[in-house]
């Protein structure tokens, strides 16, 4: 997970640095959230493909191909309904803080 945070930049008019009050909070990935979700499906297709009865009309690899399209947009809608609800749950962390800018010549490191 990583931080996020909603910076407001002082005008260089303002004189003095003064605190500035910024929002903190964690936010997830989102793609290894589709990824994981993704492959699992993929994962169980494998599983049905290769359990089940062979059939007669279709060979496992095509029946295989069927199932992981299917199963891996299953995944895939799981993982982004799985990122969705991490997200509002870490959210609900959200904290505020104060960030003071620093001067002098370290202020650009």
Known sequence: MEPQQHNAQPSPESGPSRPI????????KFWPFLVTGALIGVFAAIVSAYTGEEAVEFTRGAVLGFLAVF????????????????DRVLRKRTRRATAVPLEGPNAAH
């Open 71 to 86: 199963f891996g947009m299953a995944g895939l809608t799981l993982g982004a309904i799985a990122w969705l609800v991490t």
């Open 21 to 28: 009050e910024v929002t903190v909070r964690s936010s997830p």
